[in-house]
């Protein structure tokens, strides 16, 4: 509901600096970030049209009396797309190969810093078991045999998957604000690149039932508390963390 009453009410340009002051309030959590989101924030409710929508507004405004509690412990990283983009892919690729898989990524400050955890998810000792929902389920542990960084100088395959992965956000950048004359976006609009992505891509809609989105509940483990408990038990898979 507030994605797409914010921007009716209160402008897309300041919507967009609000969701871009609250990801750097969350990666460096200092006093500043932390001051500026709320500026925003309160930039919103000065310019929202609709007198009601304010009130929504200050439920975000009531947390500055306790966000300094809230940020506490939270990984500065933890709103880096990367992480569960990877885990993603992993599960993608271990469904097409089974017997298992060695990655190379490029450089990644975020990826290296939770390697461990991945050697982890990726401990082939364990049992095999699915965790999840519906279309969300996923098999664990991931089949990754190996993780390891490098520059795209140094591999072509790093050079064409950094292609493809900026065709595709430009592509949807333009499907976001729906684009009608740009000529990049029109020709890659002709290539179906919706077909490169998974099942679990996160887009905004207006599905709201379990049948629309695929959400039917047909059994399952909890992802969060078995994925714990699988960590838990996990010993990291040394061709990663070495």
């Known amino acids: 509901m507030w994605f797409y009453c914010m921007p009716a009410f209160c402008g897309q340009d300041r919507v967009q600096a609000m969701y871009e002051s609250f990801v750097n309030m969350v990666k460096e959590q200092s006093e500043e970030s932390i001051s500026l989101f709320?500026?925003?924030v309160e930039v919103l409710k000065e310019n929202s049209i609709n007198e009601d929508f304010k009130e929504d507004l200050n439920l975000i405004l009531h947390t500055r009396n306790y966000v300094h509690d809230a940020l506490n412990g939270i990984d500065k990283t933890s709103l880096d797309p990367s992480i569960p983009a990877l885990l993603s892919q992993c599960v993608s690729w271990g469904n097409?190969?089974?017997?298992?898989f060695y990655i190379i990524h490029d450089d990644s400050h975020s990826i290296?810093?939770?390697?461990?955890?991945?050697?982890q998810f990726m401990d082939w000792i364990q049992s095999s078991i699915e965790l999840?929902?519906?279309r969300?389920?996923?098999k664990l542990p991931l089949r990754g045999k190996g993780l390891k960084f490098s520059s795209s100088e140094s591999h072509p395959q790093l050079q064409v998957a950094d292609i493809i992965a900026s065709s595709m956000a430009y592509w949807a950048d333009g499907?976001?604000?729906g684009e009608k004359e740009d000529c990049l976006f029109l020709e890659l609009n002709k290539l179906n690149l919706d077909k490169l992505t998974t099942n679990n891509k996160i887009w905004p809609t207006r599905n709201v039932t379990p049948s629309d989105l695929g959400t039917v509940h047909d059994g399952g483990l909890n992802a969060a508390n078995h994925g714990a408990y699988f960590l838990m038990k996990a010993k990291a898979n040394a061709e990663i963390t070495t």
């Open 175 to 177: 499907v976001a604000r």
């Open 38 to 40: 709320y500026q925003s």
């Open 132 to 134: 999840g929902y519906d």
């Open 96 to 100: 097409v190969h089974p017997k298992g």
């Open 136 to 138: 969300r389920k996923f």
């Open 112 to 119: 290296e810093k939770q390697k461990v955890m991945f050697s």
